[in-house]
């Protein structure tokens, strides 16, 4: 052997090594444990003479990496082998290395089939798992469903019209009935959760009018009134009695605490006198109250005998039963929106408005026959939480309809991509085949399945929460309002996804993308705007963190840094764990949650020890809490998928290999974060990469037979390019 390791790869036994020699060398995702795999897989050959294996070896001593004249001259060598090699002996010679090695000698289409696929799945045990809860009932809503409610390209007050009929028609099945849990039905706060998971496959303003009557005017009745008042909601499930609910303020947005609108209590009348003071406070954005609500529950200050206690709900009718407003009550119409224009969205003004006393909402609050305001939680700040507390439920069900419209545009993109055809040397490849397009799609799809999962389990824990099980809720609170923003900014994301996965056909109206897109917007800013919802959460976690070691003391410090430390210390000596074990993942979810709790506390209190007010000090570090809901958020989806119950066989190991895409997905969009902390080095950076890109392969095939296991029906699809032909295409 030479001086000259390039003159001695110009043999003829050794010339096939030079092309993988050379990438190893100069492909920047090869690290020096790849680089000893390919020596490893190389001078393993048996027909390799000791001289020539010697040659080899020399390549790779990690103390003699080629220069940059060293590797042109590789470069030059490959060029010239190629020249002087026919083309039968050229394929010879890359079978031979693709046989022998596996490795860089494959073919794209070899490489994909080399990809294992999973058994085939019994598509009913699929659904069945993806399905979870209360199967009856979503088979109930599915049926109803499966007539037509589609309607696109309409005058603003005839869709109005349309998604006023299919509530009521909705109202006759008795489903809404689900929506007040023992007293128009059973126990089980989660039934009508499912309800309006489901609908949420369909048109979206009929969702949202649903959840406006039932969710939040009847659900406010449910869970902030008492007896006399729960008795109207018989009325309120069958549609009889149309309201809505009247929190938002143009001029103070989130701010609820800060609405301006007055109740004063007139003891000589018992009657409650409700008022707009100013243009500030006028009630805007209230579906339902441009038309067709004749109630609405009113969030307002409420005044008894000259001292403010806090913001409370009252019962306002706000037309006559003709359609016609209310004396003193002024209407207004939001007008035409991006999205949803089959609700009627409105605004509200009241001019000194008087009400019975009775119409006070006081499951938590009352004023008795002498005039005497009392509630049997006697901080203000904490009566408030505790009323918008109950309200929960809205949250949650706004982030499992986020996630079902997701799966709505997701299932007709991914059909169209299973049968649209382009491109191909030798036969047009459909769209699924193209890694770029599984990259577009097949993550979202995951995503869904996990999300689904997760908001399964939030919806038990609010049950507990309603059956007193779960006693503090105050960590429930946090949790709904950070997935709420993590479903909903997951789904503008997926449906965008897959209008641009779709083409010219994504922008068509009639195939329905277009109107999920504009109408799911939305989803980011009602029911409480993602970013001051994510605040809540943040400081939620800050305050749980700053609890645990105000009470454990100096051992609870010692603890949490240890922690940490031994978090990050585990993490590089990690290095050869399959990023694919479900252990490693939810270790990295649950470091990066820790590590941002703790960080942004320690930058607070250095801020307060240097002498800055508390709110301030919030203010230099909002970014920071923020980032700490969404790592919060993606920690419990990924507790919750792993401790679900999957069915044993083919169609549990397919829902696991879509967790493992969701994580280790969401992982690969942290990595830059995890790199800066240490937590990963660029191996295992690479490895989640890498891991992904197999996952996209693997489940590709198997992704119409995942969006056939959501059930939406093909009514609710409603999307030409969702039932596509390429034998006999239908274009609008």
């Given amino acids: 052997m030479s001086a000259d390791r390039v003159r001695d790869l110009d043999d003829p036994q050794l010339r096939a090594f030079a092309p993988l020699i050379y990438v190893a060398w100069s492909d920047q995702d090869l690290d020096a444990d790849d680089r000893v795999r390919v020596l490893s897989d190389m001078t393993k050959q048996p027909w390799l003479r000791p001289a020539a294996r010697a040659v080899v070896e020399a390549w790779f001593d990690p103390a003699s990496s080629p220069k940059a004249e060293e590797l042109a001259r590789l470069r030059q060598l490959i060029e010239h082998v190629a020249s002087t090699t026919s083309d039968g002996d050229a394929k010879s010679v890359a079978d031979e290395i693709a046989r022998t090695l596996g490795i860089f000698g494959a073919t794209s289409g ?22 979870g809860d209360h199967p009856d009932v979503r088979a109930r809503v599915r049926q109803w469903m499966s007539t037509p409610h589609r309607a696109y390209g309409l005058p603003v007050a005839d869709y109005r019209t349309i998604v006023r009929g299919w509530m009521t028609d ?35 303003s009929l969702l949202i009018k649903v959840g406006v009557q039932y969710g939040l005017y009847g659900g406010a009745i449910w869970a902030l009134g008492t007896e006399r008042h729960r008795q ?52 805007e954005w209230i579906g ?53 224009n089959g ?50 439920g809205g949250r949650i069900s706004v982030g499992a309809g986020a996630v079902s419209a997701a799966r709505a545009a997701l299932a007709i993109a991914l059909r169209y991509a299973e049968s649209r055809h382009q491109f191909g040397s030798e036969r047009e490849r459909a769209l699924i085949d193209y890694p770029t397009h599984q990259r577009r799609l097949l993550p979202h799809l995951a995503d869904t399945v996990v999300l689904r999962i997760a908001f399964r389990e939030l919806r038990k824990r609010h049950a507990k929460a309603f059956t007193g099980e779960l006693g503090d809720t105050r960590e429930l609170e946090a949790e709904a309002a950070a997935l709420k923003g993590l479903a909903s900014r997951h789904a503008i994301e997926a449906v965008q996804a897959a209008r641009e996965a779709c083409g010219g056909q994504g922008y068509l109206l009639v195939n329905r993308i277009a109107d999920i897109r504009t109408d799911v917007e939305i989803f980011t800013t009602f029911e ?77 209190k250095k ?50 290999r879509l967790g493992d895409l969701a994580l280790l997905h969401r992982l690969e969009r942290h990595a830059a974060w995890f790199l800066e902390t240490g937590y990963f080095d660029p191996t295992k950076s690479r490895a989640v990469r890498r891991e992904v890109e197999v996952l996209l392969r693997e489940l590709a095939p198997r992704a119409r037979e995942v969006v056939d296991a959501f059930r939406i029906p093909d009514a609710c699809l409603a999307a030409p390019i969702a039932f596509f032909d390429p034998a006999h295409p239908t274009y609008p």
């Avoid at 009348?269 to 009630?283: F, G």
């Avoid at 009113?298 to 409370?312: E, I, S, T």
């Avoid at 100096?554 to 993490?571: F, H, M, T």
Wanted: charged share 20%; net charge negative.
């Fill in 110 to 131: 070899a490489l994909a089939s080399a990809t294992p696929v999973p058994d085939a799945v019994e598509p009913a045990a699929l659904a069945d798992a993806l399905d």
């Fill in 170 to 204: 909705l109202a006759s099945t008795g489903l809404p009935r689900l929506a007040f849990p023992g007293v128009t039905s059973t126990d089980d706060l989660a039934a009508f959760s499912a309800v309006f998971e489901e609908l949420g496959h369909g048109d979206l």
């Fill in 232 to 283: 109207r909601l018989a009325k309120i499930a069958s549609g009889e009695e149309l309201g809505c609910f009247a929190m938002s303020e143009v001029g103070h947005g989130s701010n609820v605490a800060g609405v301006e609108t007055v109740a004063t209590y007139d003891h000589a009348a018992r009657e409650l006198v409700i008022h707009t003071p100013a243009e500030s406070a006028r009630k």
């Fill in 288 to 340: 339902g109250a441009a038309h067709d609500a004749r109630w609405a529950v009113v969030f307002a200050q409420l005044d008894v005998a000259g001292a403010r206690q806090g913001v409370h709900a009252v019962l306002v009718p706000s037309r006559t039963s003709d359609g016609h407003p209310i004396a003193g009550v002024r209407t207004g119409d939001s007008g035409v929106k991006m999205g949803l």
């Fill in 343 to 392: 609700v009627d969205n409105g605004r509200l003004w009241f001019e000194h408005v008087r009400v019975p006393v009775g119409n006070l909402l006081d499951r938590f609050a009352t004023i008795d026959k002498d005039g005497v305001y009392a509630s049997p939680i006697a901080s203000p700040d904490r009566r408030f939480f505790t009323m918008l507390g109950t309200l929960i």
């Fill in 528 to 604: 409480g705007d993602n970013t001051v919802l994510a605040q809540l959460a943040g400081k939620a976690m800050l305050g749980a963190y700053r609890k645990q070691l105000a009470t454990g003391g100096n051992r609870a410090v010692l603890r949490a840094v240890g922690k940490r430390v031994a978090s990050a210390l585990g993490a590089r000596r990690a290095g050869g764990e399959a990023v694919s074990d479900r252990a490693w993942q939810l270790a990295a979810f649950r470091f990066r949650e820790e590590h941002l709790v703790e960080t942004c506390a320690a930058r607070i």
């Fill in 607 to 656: 801020r307060l020890d240097d002498g800055m007010e508390g709110e301030s000090a919030i203010l230099a570090v909002q970014e920071h809490v923020v980032a700490i809901s969404e790592a919060m958020a993606e920690r419990r989806v990924a507790d919750w998928f792993a401790a679900t119950s999957v069915p044993a066989g083919s169609a549990g190991d397919l829902i696991k």
